[in-house]
Nanobody, 115 residues
């Protein structure tokens, strides 16, 4: 059974940084496309960044130049380094793994950026 556990969220002032981690188990992590999503209050969930099995990355325009996604296949972990955080980055951040059977999700971690 695929399990994804996010950590690293918290409260930070605008301009600060956080690093989110997502530890995966029950999956062949190295071959999966991994992504970070976020959901702000009253808004739809949106993809923030993604990383393929061979390390190619993509990110939303709203976070380009500020957020970096990376993965460590030896640790079955994907990271999201978030710099220059803004209040509009506030939300619940979810890790997602794209499997043959479909997409799996973690429970989410709250990120709150104060102005």
């Amino acid at each position: 059974q695929v399990q994804l556990v996010e950590s690293g969220g918290g409260l930070v002032q605008a301009g600060g940084s956080l690093r989110l981690s997502c530890a995966a188990s029950g999956t062949i992590f190295s071959i999966n496309f991994m992504a970070w999503y976020r959901q702000a209050p009253g808004k739809q969930r949106e993809q923030v960044a993604g990383i393929s099995s061979d390390g190619r990355t993509s990110s939303a325009d709203s976070v380009k130049g500020r957020f970096t996604i990376s993965r460590d296949n030896a640790k079955n972990t994907v990271y999201l380094q978030m710099n220059s955080l803004k209040p509009e980055d506030t939300g619940v951040y979810y890790c997602s793994s794209r499997e043959l059977a479909g997409d799996y999700w973690g429970q989410g971690t709250q990120v709150t950026v104060s102005s």
